[in-house]
């Protein structure tokens, strides 16, 4: 098991900064009308589910981590109901939007399992 010393060291994180650019390439293929809706909040909660588990790895409470971890699982569910909602309102197919919901349940998965690591005591990753 490799160390971590910083974030950028965490699999979710890198993960999850692999959602980011996918999701800004399906935010692209929506219509101009969406750049300040639609488009705009899927930006939006793709960089934050990162930008948190960054944030709170730099914090020095455990709690604060904790906490922000749970900030980043919380704009990934809003990622993936902006996903849903592009695909319902007929912008993109579901062929396009499930490899990033596919990732997102991954990154979810791993928020949680390192958030229940850190509660109970044990080490990162």
């Not at 809706?37 to 930006?43: R, V």
């Not at 971890?69 to 996903?83: C, I, K, P």
Request: with cysteine; glycine share 8%.
């Amino acid at each position: 098991m490799e160390k971590i010393e910083s974030y950028r060291d965490l699999k979710v994180w890198k993960l999850a900064m692999e959602l980011v650019v996918l999701c800004y390439q399906l935010a692209a293929k929506l219509p101009a009308s969406e750049n300040f809706g639609l488009s705009s909040d899927i930006k939006r909660h793709c960089r934050l589910v990162p930008a948190y588990i960054a944030d709170g790895k730099g914090r020095r409470h455990l709690g604060d981590y904790i906490a922000k971890l749970s900030a980043s699982h919380g704009s990934l569910m809003a990622l993936e109901t902006d996903l849903l909602t592009a695909e319902r309102l007929g912008f993109l197919p579901m062929k396009e939007i499930e490899p990033a919901l596919n990732m997102s349940a991954s990154v979810g998965k791993m928020l949680n399992g390192l958030m229940a690591s850190l509660s109970s005591g044990r080490s990162e990753e």
